[in-house]
Structure formats: structure tokens, C-alpha cells
């Protein structure tokens, strides 16, 4: 098979490091070779982070570059914007419509482009778009959003919900499990 | 057993396997997760040293005294280990010993783009480069091998993308190593009359290692079907190289990047029409095959700054790459990395700023103190500079700077190299003020402990260096400790240490807002009436603080109820969430 290519993007410290774990260690029991790769560092402070997952008969490179993603699972909604130009035509876009501002636009030296949603569906790609920090919320805790994405994403992944539930319960500690597994479970029905 | 592995945790897990005992590192992104990795097999001793230097020197005393040892740094971390780097070259090793540097090609989260590979040639130490985790665990291990059979340290080279990627490896046993010490003066003794005598056998081990390369299964010849054009290159580049041509092309991939084989790339030349050398930053491989004669074509295709990826190499060699996707035609604000909410820093920052004062910077967390709005710092130039440098500066300026500069330097990265800077102020008594922002814990790289906190790598209680008295210790009378939530005492304590006729010390304590124990107040509330829209609370940069429609909003999720903008407001609008 040819090389799958999902972006997870964010801001630093919105959780992108489980996501990708989760959907790492489902693909692994799949049999792929799988690559994913992650920032770590300096860059994570509040900037603009980015995950990349690949997985394949054989991975070779790390990264994913522009026009070759064929999902990108966005946390956050200007982040979404900033990455599309990495979608294949006709990718698949699912973004969380939640807004953080960034420090040039809190200081006013930058404006937050607006209908964001609205230019990205013009686009040759599949965009879902929700409200993902309700359902996190919905689910028990704000900070579960990466979880409700990556429940809207697992639809698209002939995976069976069971598989996605053991990847869940080997990345979360059991305290934070069945909040998890409601986010998941919120953002696939989503 | 299968798993999928970071690159930096398959070296922690090569030196399980290869039966490493002796672990010791100072932090550094991309290095990092390697030692934190160590730490969790209680099979190994793992620690955190004040520096790269004493990092590799304990890791040389280690494998001396009979077991393989480790040390890892980032790639600017080797220059601080460079001395010792070159004379254990001389010794060579008892145990083999291992030492991991991480280049940051494109500069994620480094200060310079520098390339490691000069230093195995410059210190003539064998340097073997991992292109994926697989390869990072089994090249650990056999470095161990190499040290022990050459008797020589050997350099492990990882990169941003292979030490921060997960791919899958396959683990096996520990086997543990160890041999008896014995005294040798003549091998360990380097002073002339013995350093002249093992120089010989540094050339003579490199020209084994050469014969070595020419045969050894890591430096390899990927068959291809079109021998128009043959592809030298190691790393990440070979990831890419492989990605974007497949098996188009012979590739000679490269696992030992020094020394290189000779033999091995003038046959590999011979049988392809022509050669591209695809490596990142400086001309290295490129540079040998000058040197062996060899036409080639490297660095007039491909640049020597910011690392590569599949679609530049493909360019580069003429391949089509894929169409970019479609792109939202708005302008897309850039989110910089800032500092936290709650951040301790923010406050000493706004403080210096407003004062126009003169802030020589360092390197970590607050590094981000040079960024708008704060806009505070002066200089950032590598561990330990801002302490030294504002030395010099006030000496250069006589009188003049006394009122006017300071050095910031973080806790961890004062121990590491402020502290030989600070004996120089009061040795040759400069009037300089020097501010340690101490939050009780190593920020930037994700909260490793150091020798100021009072717990070790493996979370155990230890000893704690008091920085007051290591600070009058070495002959600083003018030592204060400052809340920088409080703003008023941190700008007081900060004018009057300016003021003094002697050098001073002023340490800015409130542990990492981050940190677990932490506990954070309520967030702040606005009274949106009593807001007069004059945005003062806007120029500490705190994510947490915005406008919207003219008034102060408060983000309660970021919001750690540190009052700092309290303090500011001259109307009363913010106010302390407890209060409320």
C-alpha cells in the first residue's frame, strides 16, 4: 500500500504527544512500519506544533511535506489554516473550531482571519469542522479535546471501535480512562 | 518484541542492552529524552551533571574504572566537552564509552546550526550516524563494541528528526560488561612525554577504523537500476533520498560518518556515472570525495542551511515533487512561542524594560524575554555568556553601564556556567549586577532537576546548592532574594543593586508555574467598568490577557491567578480572583 499521511497540529500544550501516541500504538498492532515524529523543546511553548504520523509497507522519511497529507486532525482553528497547503487534493481535514489567539494578535500587531471555516470548505478538500472543546467539556475536562479529534478522525479508519478502545486504555493512565473513553466515544458520534 | 520507539529512547535502550552502567548528561533539546530514558532502567546509574564537561569526564572516570559509560549533550553542549574530547581520544578507554551529540539542523530549538561532524575528524574519534530508531539502538551497541576493540570513545551523531521521531525496533537482552582497572600511567597520564607517545596510535587507530569502514555492514551499497547517478549520504538525508527516488538510484549509505571509507566510495564512483552527495548543513562527505579525488556534486545542488525534507531533495534532483495543496489566501498570523501565564519571569522582565536597563541574556525559558512586548534582553549567546559578558561590558564602560546593565541567567544554567563568570566579577571587581531567575527547576528542555533544586535525576531527595552562599562563597557581599510576583519589590530591589558601588547579586525565586506541586490561585476577575481601555496590563505579554471589545478580558484556562497584572492596573479593574 501506498504511504498514509495524518498532521496533527496545535498549540504547545494542547496534548498532540497523545494523540499521536494513540494512534501509533494502533497502527503498530496493525503491522505497519510506522514513523512519527514530534517537536519537542523550545517550540512547544504556546508556538505552533506539529505532529507527523506515516504509516506503510515501509516509512522512510520522518516528515510530511506540502501536498502530501492525507488527513490533518487540527486542535485548534488558525492552526488548521496555517498547515492546508500540506493536504493532498481532496484531503481530509477535521478541525476543532476553537479559537486561541496568538501573541501578535493579542498585542494587535495581527488580525485572526475570520470565516476561516467558511474559506477552507471552498478549498478541494473535506473539512469537518466541531466543536470539540464542548464535547471535551461534555466528556468531563476541557483538556480532552485531542481525544474527542481523535474519535471524529477514527471514523474514517476502517478500524474496529474495540482496537481504538485497547489503544485508549494502553496511552491514558486508569484515573483519566473513562473520561477518555466518553471524549472518544463523543467525538466519533460527532 | 515490537515497539514503536523515539530515536532518543532507542539509544537509552541500546545502552540497556549493551550493558552500559554509568549514565551521565546534561539536558539539551534534541538530547534530552535520551538520559530521561536511562534513568528509568534501574539497571544503570543515570544522573544530571552542572555540565558537558563534567558530564564527560565522570562518564571517562566510569569507564575507567571498569564499566561502559555514557554521556549525551546537544551539539552545543559538545564545545563546553570539547576539552576533555580531545584527550581521551589520546587515552582511549578502559570499558568502552559512548558519547551522544544532537545536532539541531534548522535550528527548532538551538541557538546555532553548528555541525558535529567536524569535531569526530578534529578530535579524531570514530562518529557513527543512526538513521532511524532501529539503527539508533543497534549503532549503540556497537559503538560499545568499537570503543572496546579500538580503544578509543566513540561519537553517536543523532539529529532533531531522528531523536524526536518514533519508528518501530525490536529489543532484546542486557548484557552486562564490565573489566578490572589497572593502573597505566603511560596510556592515562597525559603530559608530554606520554601524550607524544599515544599520539602515533591515534593515527594509527584511525587508519584501522578507515580499513574498518571499508568493509563494515553499517556503511553500505543499496543496489539501484539507473546507473546514470549514484547517491552518497547518511541520517535523516537518507530517509529522504530513499523516500523521494526508491530504488532508482545505488545509494552508498553511510552508518560511520568518521573516518570514511576510501576504497569504498572510489569503487562506489567508478560504477555510476555520476555522484550526488545529499548531507545536511556543511560540506563533510562531500568535502572527503574532494580530497580522494572524486567529482562530485553536493553543495552546489543542495543548501548548507536548515535541515532538508523529501520535497527539496526532490527538487534538487530534478524529481517532481507533489502539487502544493490549496491555501487559505488570508494572512496567517505566526504563533511564536511564548511565555507562560503564571510564568515567574514575565514580571522581572517588564520590570528591566520599563527601567531601560541594559539585560545581557542567557539561555533558556527566559530567553523568551526577548520577545515583544517585553522586549528586554540584549544578548543571547550561549551558557553562561550574560554573567561574563556583563562583566565586560561594565568594565568597558567604566562608569557609565553601572546603573544601567545587568545579567540574567537562569538556576540551571548558572550552575552549569554562571557561577566560573560570577568569580570573575568579584576576582576583578566589576560593578555588575547579576539577577539569577530561579524557578527551581530546568524549564526549557521540559523540567529536568539540577544540582539548585534538591532532587536528583531519579526524582530523589539530595543535596541542594544554596546559591546565597554559593554566591557570598565566591566573594558576592550584596546577595537578595526577590518575589518576582511582587512587582514593587522586585523594581525596588533591582534600582538599588544598580545603584550600589559593588557587584551584587539579586536571585528572582518562584518556582515554574508548570511544575506539578505548584498550586495556582483563582483566576484573576475584571471589572469591565472600572477598565479605561489604557491596555497597561497588555504590555507584560501574558496569553491570558486580551481586549475585546476596549476592555481586559481574562482567559480563565490559562489564567494562574498570579496577580502580576493586579499590580499594574492603576483603576482597580483587575483584581484577584480570591477577592471577588
Redesign the interface.
Known sequence: MQTKNIMIVG??GQGSLLASKLL??LL?TKGY????????????????VVTYVRYGEK?????I?????DYIVSFEL??A??W??????G?HLVVNTQQI?????????????DE?VA??KE???VVDAIDALSLAEQAGS?KAVNIVLMGHLSRSFGFELEEWMKAIEASVPPKFLELNKKAFLLGREA | MKQLMLGNEAVARGLYEAGCAFVSSYPGTPSTEVTEAAAKYPEMYAEWAPNEKVAMESAFGACLAGKRSFCGMKHVGLNVAADPLFTISYTGVNAGMVICVADDAGMHSSQNEQDSRHYARAAKIPMLEPSDSAEALAFTKLAYELSEQFDTPVLLKMCTRIAHSQSVIETAERVEASKPYEKNPQKYIMMPGNAKKRHPLVEARTQALVKWAETCAINRVEEGSDHSRGIITSSTAYQYVKEVCGDTYPVLKLGMIWPLPEKKIIDFAASVDEVVVVEELDSFIEAHCNALGIKVTGKALFPCIDEFSQNLVAEKLGKAAPACGSKVEDAIPPRPPVMCAGCPHRSLFYTLAKNKITALGDIGCYTLGAVAPLAALDTTICMGASVSGAHGFTKAQGGAADNKTVAVIGDSTFMHSGVTGLINIAYNESNTTVIIVDNSITGMTGHQQNPTTGFNLKGDPCTKIDLETLCRAVGIKRVRVVDPYNLKQTEEAILEELAAQEPSVIISRRPCALLKYVKHNPPVKVDADKCRSCKLCMKIGCPAISMKDGKATIDNTLCTGCSVCTQLCHFGALCEGKEA
Open positions: 498549540v504547545g501509533g500504538r503498530l512500519d510506522i514513523k512519527v515524529s514530534e517537536v519537542h523543546g523550545m517550540s512547544q511553548r504556546g508556538g505552533s516509512v522512510y522519511s520522518p516528515v511535506d506540502k501536498g502530501e497529507a488558525l492552526e489554516a496555517r492546508t497547503e500540506y493536504l493532498k487534493e484531503g489567539n496568538p501573541m501578535p494578535v493579542i498585542t494587535g500587531a495581527a488580525v485572526y482571519p476561516l474559506k477552507m478549498k478541494n478538500i476541557a
